[in-house]
């Protein structure tokens, strides 16, 4: 119970500090790495099965806005079955951490 206070308090703080990375980490990897891959690359055997895209690529990254992402996560995609909604199984300051999340893991583009 503890902990999960802190994760919401850490949440609603906001800023980029360690203990929020760390928190958003561990969303991350509790919810999002079995078909995403730590690395947001889909390079897992459910990421492959289910053609997910790529969240490094700098073209994914660009087409899609912060509401996009954030609609996804809470409601799940239309367009996949495998992405389930989230709103009931995380709070809206999560869901806006992990899209903030997925943002840093755009891939540096070529100078």
């Known amino acids: 119970?503890?902990?999960?206070?802190?994760?919401?308090?850490?949440?609603?703080?906001?800023?980029?500090?360690g203990a929020h990375a760390d928190a958003v980490a561990d969303v991350w990897k509790a919810k999002c790495t079995v078909c995403h891959g730590g690395d947001g690359k889909a390079?897992?055997?459910?990421?492959?099965?289910?053609?997910i895209g790529d969240m490094s690529r700098p073209a994914w990254q660009q087409s899609r806005t912060d509401?996009?992402?954030r609609k996804v996560i809470?409601?799940?995609d239309p367009r996949n079955s495998k992405m389930k909604?989230?709103?009931?199984?995380?709070?809206?300051?999560?869901?806006?951490?992990?899209?903030?999340?997925?943002?840093?893991?755009k891939a540096p583009t070529a100078p």
């Open 1 to 17: 119970m503890m902990k999960q206070l802190v994760l919401v308090l850490v949440l609603s703080l906001g800023g980029a500090t």
């Open 43 to 51: 390079q897992t055997k459910m990421g492959q099965k289910e053609s």
């Open 67 to 69: 509401a996009d992402i």
């Open 74 to 76: 809470a409601d799940g």
């Open 85 to 105: 909604p989230f709103k009931d199984k995380l709070t809206p300051a999560q869901i806006d951490a992990l899209v903030g999340y997925i943002r840093t893991m």
